[in-house]
């Protein structure tokens, strides 16, 4: 699913215009974007949850040449999904 299906199936469920769930969506992903990049933990009960992880510096290599090069230290997204989502996507049948 991409952001413009969200929008589009927001927009027939919930009788909005488009423009109105383009704003209700832009505002949830702006909403997380910013819990995360002050270090803030989301939990979505029986989805899941997002933190960011810190990576240390090291030493990496570029596939094209070979070379070796130093990958500064970074910090990324991780989710975790919860034991609901889990048991919905591995139930049989659907």
Known sequence: MK???MILALSKK???REPEAFEIVN???SG???TLRKGERIEIRGFGSFTVRDYSPYLG???KTGKRVEV????LPYFKAG???KE?????GK
């Open 3 to 5: 952001k413009s299906d």
């Open 14 to 16: 919930e009788s909005l």
């Open 27 to 29: 505002m949830v992903f």
């Open 32 to 34: 997380f974007t910013e």
């Open 61 to 63: 290599k570029n596939p």
């Open 72 to 75: 500064g230290p970074k910090k």
């Open 83 to 85: 034991k609901e989502l």
């Open 88 to 92: 919905k996507i591995n139930k049989p």
